[in-house]
């Protein structure tokens, strides 16, 4: 079945466009509500939200979906995505709702799904909603005494808070040290700040106005200048830069320099192994992750198991075959320890705690290999498919053999966008660059030929 909503994290589109219009989250509510709709217990369902101006409409067309369909719709308020994944199951609720786009600008905006597990949902799920979506819902909707109630919870955010700092060792605090830390405007502007402060650390913090409109706007893990920037003016001895809905870190170091999420998972694997916690024999991450981390993990006997890109199928992975840190690139960290999900604070806490632990500085604790040269351009296209062509096909091949023994070639198409992604990477710059440039070339000349 083709997917006309959901794509690799949930459905995502520019608020007030198809898909994300208010008429299409409240049928979303009435579709999902309908498949969790099991048992003869009293259903619920909680909704969270990042800061976007547009999730007040889709927040409120959802509870309407909900109710409509007969759950119980429990309404957070602005608060990470983690935080809803955690909620969900601790208030045991039948399903969670995060409404926000994650590290897209303000005028976009999503839905991400949440199973009674904390988990997302999977494709087949998924298939079964966009399938009811199709469908007259009208024939689905609750009898008249049997629609739900909607309320706001309080007291949510010091739920979250205290979850986050429980993930610490109880012998380790953040006393010492100055933070610097970027919410994006988004969802975690009121509880990463005070977990930090509560376990100790100076916090100085910046992206925490959240207008409706600013949502990473020049702020936030996709444009860390401006925490590079505050690090060296209050002299900090760490920067964290969350997303929009604080699923995902970049971490800054003393000096201004950024650290991605491959050095990240580096450092919290070899910690990990040797404090005999990490399972799994290594860590989950995608094709898109460094070949100089999974260098790195070899030479500590460890390894790097590869997924498509998209948290969840990491995620997945880590589920099937044992292993409790996982992640991309981008920051998407898993801890299945403590969540289910990629949780940004969660994240930045472990990194915090290998910091206080040794007495080393952060650039120190962070720069655990020298990445190899890799190079990312995308090739936008109108239809058809490019990458079935003979000559594309070709090119990829003679690419795959030229790289075969000093680095890796990774071509896919975008899960979200028309775009042909190529990637490759390896020990020598130039060839990194000719090659990517090559087959750039190569499919722009099918592309332009085709239309």
């Known amino acids: 079945m083709t997917r006309r909503y959901f794509g690799t994290d949930g459905i995502r589109g520019q608020s007030n466009r198809f898909p994300m219009t208010p008429d299409l989250a409240m049928r979303v509510g009435i579709a999902a509500g309908t498949i969790f709709r099991r048992g003869g217990h009293r259903h619920r369902v909680v909704i969270g939200k990042d800061t976007r101006l547009s999730g007040y409409m889709l927040e409120n067309a959802m509870v309407a979906g909900f109710t409509a369909a007969g759950l119980d719709a429990f309404v957070l308020g602005p608060i990470p995505t983690p935080a809803v994944a955690m909620l969900t ?55 008249a005494g049997e629609i739900g109630r909607a309320k706001r919870i309080d007291g949510v955010h010091d739920r979250y808070i205290e979850f986050a700092k429980r993930t610490m060792p109880r012998d380790v605090t953040l006393q010492g040290l100055r933070v610097a830390i970027d919410c994006a405007n988004g969802a975690a502007y009121k509880v990463a700040p005070s977990a930090l ?49 604080a699923d995902r870190v ?27 916690t990490l399972t799994g024999g290594g860590i989950v991450a995608t094709v898109m992750s460094n070949l100089g981390l999974e260098r790195f993990l070899g ?68 720069h655990r290999f020298e990445p190899v040269p890799q190079l990312l351009r995308n090739v936008r296209f109108s239809g058809g498919k ?23 070639l990774v071509i896919r198409p975008s899960g979200t966008e028309p ?23 190569v499919i722009a000349s099918v592309k332009s030929a085709a239309a």
């Open 89 to 143: 199951r601790s208030l045991r609720c039948d399903l969670g709702v995060m409404i926000s786009a994650s590290h897209n600008p303000f005028a976009d905006n999503g839905i991400k799904l949440f199973g009674p597990d904390g988990y997302k949902l999977s494709d087949e799920i998924e298939a079964q909603i966009e399938e009811l979506l199709e469908k007259d819902l009208y024939s689905q909707l609750a009898p």
């Open 197 to 245: 402060w509560e376990l100790g650390a100076e916090v100085i913090t910046i992206g925490n106005e959240p207008t409706g409109t600013n949502i990473n706007l020049d702020c936030g893990s996709t444009h860390p200048e401006a925490l590079q920037k505050k690090v060296h003016e209050v002299r900090a001895d760490i920067g964290i830069a969350l997303d929009g809905d």
């Open 250 to 276: 970049i971490i800054v170091d003393e000096n201004g320099t950024v650290i991605d999420g491959d050095q990240l998972m580096a450092v919290i694997a070899e910690s990990w192994a040797e404090d005999q």
């Open 299 to 366: 030479d500590k006997g460890l390894t790097l198991a590869r997924t498509k890109v998209g948290d969840r199928y990491v995620v997945e992975h880590m589920r099937q075959h044992g292993f409790n840190v996982g992640g991309e690139q981008s920051g998407h960290l898993v801890m299945s320890d403590f969540g289910t999900t990629g949780d940004g604070l969660v994240a930045a806490l472990q990194i915090l705690s290998c910091v206080k632990r040794t007495g080393k500085t952060v650039s120190e604790i962070c």
């Open 386 to 408: 490019p990458l079935e062509d003979k000559t594309v096909k070709q090119a990829i091949a003679d690419a795959e053999g030229e790289l075969a023994r000093s680095g890796r």
């Open 419 to 441: 775009l042909i992604r190529v990637m490759a990477e390896g020990d020598d710059r130039e060839q990194v660059e000719r090659i990517v440039n090559g087959l750039v070339d």
